[in-house]
């Protein structure tokens, strides 16, 4: 990227943001071949990553607390040595490269602002650090403030600024050095929600307009699926899936996938043929994409999949339940259902549906389409 407003200029004159950002200027691609790293005798932070992020791509890097996700991020910055594996950011290895000269900055969660500098010294620091000329300084600070839209606030000091402006000013002074690869470690997890969400979809826009390849880090699945193209999910040092958004929600890879993303609604399957699954529910019918004759694993059931009373198709699998609490949740209504004592949780539309209360019997109709297997 090594002119912010001629790249967005040929972005947006290309046909769509979502088609032009595949082949940007100055966008790196990621390969990691079994990355390990560990601290102490006990500590695995990485058992061996391999994952691969192409040019240009809105990353996520998804799981707990303690599951590795901001360790390999430090890696990828040069701010944390792997003990073993490989790294090649571009096509180069840079394993051994020192963070300076690799072409990746990072936009922390604490934002790392000097607050006695105002917003445009912020700005030029790192210019000034790799001794550019004043005059070539002052054209990318004021390029980029423009992009980011800061306005006035280059004028002010940081500790005058609030959250959400900071956290503008930490995305443009990591932007203002033009690197191939943008980290975010979880830089809006400090923001109120209605912020949050704001920046989230600001963050996205800006990432499709300048097509550099940005690994991002959240312990938040709503935010990971509302700003990513993919996602690895990350357990325990270990990647236990990588894919789009709808496929991590609608087909997790696995038990622990699918809890984390939310998922109440699994049931262990304990018996099976090619058509049928024995869970704690009740026989059910799956769709041939799903059937195999191995009862291991678990069966999952999204709850906006569920259909709640009336007539249940022929070809559907129809369950009796009890309605047990019923939560009001704005444009959706949440249902605790009992069925055979197993607990059901469905999600219904609130605008023409029928509304049931607690105490009441109802049918329930679930497609054999919207049955997944899930490995333990």
Request: glycine share 10%; charged share 25%; proline share 4%.
């Amino acid at each position: 990227m090594t002119d912010l407003t001629n790249t967005v200029k040929a972005t947006d004159r290309a046909d769509g943001a979502d088609t032009a950002s595949k082949d940007k200027r100055g966008a790196s691609s990621i390969r990691m071949q079994g990355l390990r790293k560990q601290f102490g005798r006990d500590s695995v932070a990485l058992a061996g990553v391999d994952l691969d992020i192409d040019a240009g791509e809105f990353f996520t890097l998804l799981g707990p607390s303690g599951c590795g996700k901001t360790t390999l991020l430090r890696i990828l910055a040069g701010l944390e040595e792997a003990d073993d594996g490989q790294l090649k950011i571009g096509g180069k290895d840079v394993i051994d490269v020192p963070p300076h000269r690799r072409s990746v900055n990072t936009v922390f969660q604490s934002y790392a602002l000097f607050p006695h500098l105002s917003v445009r010294d912020n700005l030029a620091f790192g210019l000034r650090m790799r001794g550019e000329p004043a005059a070539e300084r002052n054209r990318k600070v004021a390029e980029v403030a423009e992009f980011i839209k800061l306005g006035s606030l280059v004028e002010r000091r940081v500790d005058q600024l609030s959250g959400g402006q900071k956290q503008r000013i930490a995305l443009a002074r990591a932007l203002v050095c033009e690197p191939d690869v943008l980290l975010l470690d979880e830089p809006l997890s400090a923001l109120d929600a209605g912020l949050r969400g704001q920046l989230q979809v600001e963050l996205q826009r800006l990432q499709k307009r300048l097509g550099v390849t940005f690994v991002f880090v959240t312990h938040d699945q709503d935010e990971a699926m509302v700003m990513s193209d993919r996602i690895a999910v990350l357990d325990s040092g270990i990647i236990q899936q990588v894919g789009t958004p709808s496929e991590i929600y609608e087909h997790p890879a696995n038990a622990f996938v699918a809890r984390f993303m939310g998922h109440d609604n699994l049931f262990a399957i304990t018996a099976s043929d090619s058509n049928w699954v024995d869970t704690g529910l009740g026989r059910l019918q799956l769709d041939p994409a799903e059937q195999r004759d191995t009862p291991d694993g678990w069966l999952l059931i999204r709850p906006e999949t569920l259909e709640l009373g009336g007539d249940v198709p022929a070809d559907y699998n129809r369950l009796e339940g009890t309605v047990e609490e019923r939560l009001y949740r704005g444009s959706r209504i949440e249902y605790r259902l009992t069925v055979n004592d197993h607990p059901l949780t469905a999600v219904a539309g609130n605008l023409g549906q029928r509304i049931h209360d607690v105490g009441d019997r109802v049918t329930i109709g679930i497609c054999p389409e919207d049955l997944v297997r899930v490995a333990a």
